[in-house]
């Protein structure tokens, strides 16, 4: 299995910027569909992006599209999310996973899971 590991969060205002990086090692990042998921507060872990192995492919949740950038550097076994405008009610801990499938957005086809980085956004 790969093993990640999520950096990049913090306390921003709305309509501030963050990155997410997710480091993965044990595999081969290319061998995997990667995605991020977030989990607000009292709520389910929901999809938020996801891109296929090599970057081609990138579909995202329709409340973060035209804000959030996912995008991946299998060289550098690191996938990326690009956060702008960011709202209040994107405050979660975001996790990064990854899946066999080649196309996933449900978190049961995702095998690998970090283990999350807090991100707070200020009104």
């Known amino acids: 299995q790969v093993q990640l590991v999520e950096s990049g969060g913090g306390l921003v205002q709305a309509g501030g910027s963050l990155r997410l990086s997710c480091a993965a090692s044990g595999r081969t990042l290319s061998s995997y569909t990667m995605g991020w998921f977030r989990q607000p507060p009292g709520k389910e872990r929901e999809f938020v992006a996801g891109?296929?192995?090599?970057?081609?492919?990138?579909y995202y949740a329709d409340f973060v599209k035209g804000r959030f950038t996912i995008s991946r550097d299998n060289a550098k076994s690191t996938v990326y999310l690009q956060m702008n405008s960011l709202k209040p009610e994107d405050t979660a801990v975001y996790y990064c996973?990854?899946?066999?499938?080649?196309?996933?957005?449900?978190?049961?086809?995702?095998?690998?899971w970090g283990q999350g980085t807090q991100v707070t956004v200020s009104s």
């Open positions: 996973a990854a899946s066999r499938s080649p196309y996933s957005d449900s978190p049961d086809r995702f095998g690998s």
């Open positions: 891109t296929s192995w090599n970057g081609g492919s990138t």
